[in-house]
Every structure is written in structure tokens, then in C-alpha cells.
């Protein structure tokens, strides 16, 4: 029997999350941040520094990311 896993990325940074991701896709082939993926904050709703990235979706060699 032929087992197949994924492996799903799901990465906690409580700062400087985008640059992680960004070196990641570098990392690995087939790997990309989403058109649309990076949500900044909104002081107003989740507190935080205004304009700071609060969520980035990207890719792993091909396999999409947990929000």
C-alpha cells in the first residue's frame, strides 16, 4: 500500500512573519506568497502597530498554507 502525506505549512511568528514566509518561498522550489495574502492590521479592530502585517498565506512546494 502506497502512503501519501502532505506536509500542510502552518508557521506562528508573532514578528516578522512576512519576511519569514518570503525566505521560505526562497527556500523551497514551487513555493509562493498568494496574490492577496498578506492582511494588514487595522488598528481599530486588532490593535497593533497600523499598516504591520498580521497574516500572510503562501505556498510550500506547491502545498497551500493553513490561515
Known sequence: MEIVSKIVPCL????????AARFYCEVFPRSR?????LRRRRPEIHGG?????????????????RR
Do not use: C, N, Y
Open 12 to 19: 506562528w511568528f508573532d514578528h516578522r512573519g512576512e519576511e
Open 33 to 37: 506568497i498568494t496574490r492577496g495574502a
Open 49 to 65: 502597530k497600523p499598516g504591520s502585517v498580521m497574516t500572510v498565506a503562501f505556498e510550500l512546494a506547491g502545498q497551500p498554507s
